[in-house]
């Protein structure tokens, strides 16, 4: 009976989480279909299935890491005769209890395994697709994480406008559809039912023994007045590494200001002939970038990491660029940023961004990464204190363009538009004096865009 095995989803990556398994023992699964979700420290990714077949067991819980190479289900294929697989799925009932009475080790992992039988009995209590969402299955392609979405919050996919690439729908619309219409009457009744049920199952929990002014049993409740909220897989593995980080790399941080009036104005000009060419909105990022990568070849120390006690000097300038979501943090990386245009660095940042807003980067796109850029300003923030994204020496955080008075040489006072400049720096491998010589260099960058700025 073949193993599906926990690949390597990366050149460095030894391990990955099990997010989520997309199949239950007994279900059919054709290959190249995603059977489960992986969490790894730089992306989440699916695994598809190698071969036709039948899940025949889980072995890995969800949430669980283990390391590349192990075994983490089993499926039985058309080789496999009719009374092997039954004999698969009779095992799989038969690992609740040993004949000895002792747990096996599938109970140990928090298995979900399931017999075959129940399976099916679930399934014949789920609702057709069309009682679920409505009137009509829905229409066109969907991504497994957007079809899974839409089913978790009862959403009419063939309701929805799709702001991706093409017109495609994003797990960012269902989730914005669900936002707006929580009480549209599509939740489907097996998500319905499935939430009491889940809901009973939380009251028997310690937790939620606890109960409320009322005397009422509240589930996920604590004290009355707070929630306690168990942190999904990736938001666990970016906790981890934030604190690797600020635990392993002594921070020291500094900030200077520009006068970016000149940008603006030429931004200004050329935005709107920009998008009808390129299609694509022309925004600030690009310029902070191109600033970045022309600091970092001057400085090169900057682009530099501190591994195993030595200090490494990359020659290659790859920026990472930090963009999140609702829920999740990445860093998709702009490979030779440096040898890129504004206009190049404009399509790059948005093919970036619309990947890892869809969930759809892969582990070459978060490879590689030097020096990480960070737009907080598009928060409105106008000063932060970045962490580093370990082991790179430094990460610049650009904050907010301001407009708001300012004192010139000449004594007079103008309104100019002005932005701070935030870098976060491992003192182990540099200092306060080549980490200013840097942004006054990225400073000087940025104030020298202008009408003449060649943007190809």
């Given at each position: 009976m073949p193993d599906i095995k926990m690949p390597q989803l990366g050149e460095s990556v030894t391990e990955g989480t099990i997010g989520k398994w997309l199949k239950?023992?007994?279900?059919p699964v054709s290959k190249y279909e995603p059977i489960a979700e992986v969490i790894t420290d730089k992306v989440t990714a699916e695994i598809?299935?190698?071969?036709?077949?039948?899940?025949?067991?889980?072995?890995?819980?969800?949430?669980?890491?283990?390391?590349?190479?192990?075994?983490?289900?089993?499926?039985?294929?058309?080789?496999?005769?009719?009374?092997?697989?039954?004999?698969?799925?009779?095992?799989v009932k038969g690992d609740d209890t040993d004949k000895d009475g002792s747990s096996s080790p599938v109970q140990g992992n928090h298995m979900m395994a399931r017999p075959a039988e129940s399976v099916k009995e679930d399934k014949a209590q789920v609702p057709p697709a069309n009682a679920m969402h409505g009137s009509s299955l829905p229409r066109g392609r969907f991504s497994p994480a957007v079809l899974r979405l839409a089913d978790e919050h009862g959403v009419n996919l063939n309701l929805l406008h799709g702001t991706g690439e093409g017109g495609r729908v994003t797990r960012r619309d269902v989730l914005t559809y669900a936002e707006l219409h929580p009480n549209d009457g599509s939740m489907p009744e097996a998500t319905m039912n499935s939430s009491i049920a889940a809901n009973e199952s939380m009251s028997q929990t310690p937790v939620s023994a606890q109960k409320s002014d009322n005397g009422n049993h509240v589930a996920g409740v604590h004290g009355g007045d707070d929630e306690w909220i168990t942190p999904s897989p990736i938001r666990k593995t970016i906790a981890k590494r934030m604190v690797e980080s600020k635990h392993t790399a002594p921070h020291a941080w500094t900030m200077v200001e520009a006068d970016v009036t000149s940008?603006?104005?030429?931004?200004?000009?050329?935005?709107?002939?920009?998008?009808?060419?390129?299609?694509?909105?022309?925004?600030?990022?690009?310029?902070?970038?191109?600033?970045?990568?022309?600091?970092?070849?001057r400085y090169p120390i900057m682009n530099a990491s501190w591994v195993d006690e030595k200090i490494v000097m990359h020659h290659r300038i790859n920026v990472s660029i930090a963009v999140a979501t609702d829920d999740v943090l990445v860093v998709p990386v702009i490979q030779d940023a440096d040898r890129l245009s504004v206009a190049g660095l404009a399509h790059s940042v948005n093919e970036l961004a619309a990947k890892a807003r869809s969930g759809r980067?892969?582990?070459?796109?978060?490879?590689?990464?030097?020096?990480?850029?960070?737009?907080?300003?598009a928060f409105?923030?106008?000063?932060?204190?970045?962490?580093?994204?370990?082991?790179?020496?430094?990460?610049?955080?650009?904050?907010?363009?301001?407009?708001?008075?300012?004192?010139?040489?000449?004594?007079?006072?103008?309104?100019?538009?002005?932005?701070?400049?935030?870098?976060?720096?491992?003192?182990?491998?540099?200092?306060?004096?080549?980490?200013?010589?840097?942004?006054?260099?990225?400073?000087?960058?940025?104030?020298?865009?202008?009408?003449?700025?060649?943007?190809?």
């Amino acid at each position: 009976m073949p193993d599906i095995k926990m690949p390597q989803l990366g050149e460095s990556v030894t391990e990955g989480t099990i997010g989520k398994w997309l199949k239950s023992v007994g279900d059919p699964v054709s290959k190249y279909e995603p059977i489960a979700e992986v969490i790894t420290d730089k992306v989440t990714a699916e695994i598809p299935s190698d071969l036709d077949g039948v899940i025949s067991e889980l072995l890995i819980g969800e949430g669980d890491t283990v390391a590349v190479g192990t075994v983490i289900c089993k499926i039985a294929t058309e080789g496999d005769t009719n009374s092997d697989a039954s004999k698969g799925a009779s095992e799989v009932k038969g690992d609740d209890t040993d004949k000895d009475g002792s747990s096996s080790p599938v109970q140990g992992n928090h298995m979900m395994a399931r017999p075959a039988e129940s399976v099916k009995e679930d399934k014949a209590q789920v609702p057709p697709a069309n009682a679920m969402h409505g009137s009509s299955l829905p229409r066109g392609r969907f991504s497994p994480a957007v079809l899974r979405l839409a089913d978790e919050h009862g959403v009419n996919l063939n309701l929805l406008h799709g702001t991706g690439e093409g017109g495609r729908v994003t797990r960012r619309d269902v989730l914005t559809y669900a936002e707006l219409h929580p009480n549209d009457g599509s939740m489907p009744e097996a998500t319905m039912n499935s939430s009491i049920a889940a809901n009973e199952s939380m009251s028997q929990t310690p937790v939620s023994a606890q109960k409320s002014d009322n005397g009422n049993h509240v589930a996920g409740v604590h004290g009355g007045d707070d929630e306690w909220i168990t942190p999904s897989p990736i938001r666990k593995t970016i906790a981890k590494r934030m604190v690797e980080s600020k635990h392993t790399a002594p921070h020291a941080w500094t900030m200077v200001e520009a006068d970016v009036t000149s940008l603006v104005n030429f931004r200004n000009t050329v935005k709107g002939d920009f998008k009808r060419k390129e299609g694509i909105d022309l925004t600030y990022l690009p310029f902070f970038i191109k600033a970045v990568a022309e600091a970092l070849k001057r400085y090169p120390i900057m682009n530099a990491s501190w591994v195993d006690e030595k200090i490494v000097m990359h020659h290659r300038i790859n920026v990472s660029i930090a963009v999140a979501t609702d829920d999740v943090l990445v860093v998709p990386v702009i490979q030779d940023a440096d040898r890129l245009s504004v206009a190049g660095l404009a399509h790059s940042v948005n093919e970036l961004a619309a990947k890892a807003r869809s969930g759809r980067l892969s582990m070459s796109d978060v490879q590689g990464g030097t020096f990480t850029v960070n737009n907080t300003g598009a928060f409105g923030s106008v000063l932060s204190q970045p962490i580093l994204n370990a082991p790179q020496a430094g990460i610049l955080s650009v904050e907010s363009i301001v407009k708001r008075p300012v004192v010139l040489q000449n004594d007079a006072i103008a309104v100019r538009s002005m932005v701070n400049l935030c870098l976060s720096l491992d003192h182990r491998v540099l200092d306060g004096w080549v980490a200013g010589q840097f942004l006054r260099a990225v400073r000087e960058r940025l104030e020298s865009f202008d009408l003449q700025t060649v943007l190809y």
